[in-house]
């Protein structure tokens, strides 16, 4: 093996560490997901007052709709065999979720971009532990 082929086994093969990150990050927002999702299949009120103001429609079965999205990309990531599937479906989620807030005018790094941090946890976790994903965005020394 040359030293290229070393260096890009090592850059796409994952440690223990990484694994450990990735597992702890992709949990964190697994865990994250779940509860969002469960609080927009009950829902709760305060699911529904905020929908009304990001002027999305503020009846159960619009929160519901949401809620069983929602569940159904934490499921898809939760799954190692799917998780890059979901991920990817949790990317346009989220991106979506920028854009309502962006469009109801909601405070830039608490609301707007907190879409954007779940999808560097969503990443962050898969490029971690994952080779496939550790090949597809490869980071260069």
């Not at 807030?101 to 879409?115: E, K, W």
Request: aromatic letters at 10%; hydrophobic letters at 50%; proline letters at 5%.
């Amino acid at each position: 093996m040359t030293t290229i082929e070393q260096i890009q086994t090592l850059s796409t093969t994952p440690g223990k560490a990484a694994k450990i990150t990735g597992w702890v990050l992709s949990g964190l927002l697994i865990a994250f997901l779940i509860f969002d999702g469960a609080i927009k299949l009950v829902p709760l009120q305060v699911v529904l007052d905020t929908s009304a103001q990001l002027g999305i429609p503020n009846d159960v079965t619009s929160a519901r709709i949401l809620g069983v999205l929602t569940l159904l990309c934490a499921a898809l990531y939760a799954i190692p065999r799917t998780s890059i599937l979901g991920a990817i479906l949790m990317t346009g989620y989220l991106g979506g979720a920028m854009a309502t807030h962006f469009n109801a005018g909601s405070p830039l790094f608490s609301h707007l971009l907190f879409g954007f941090y779940l999808g560097l946890f969503a990443w962050g976790g898969l490029w971690f532990r994952d080779p496939a994903v550790r090949r597809m965005i490869p980071f260069r020394m």
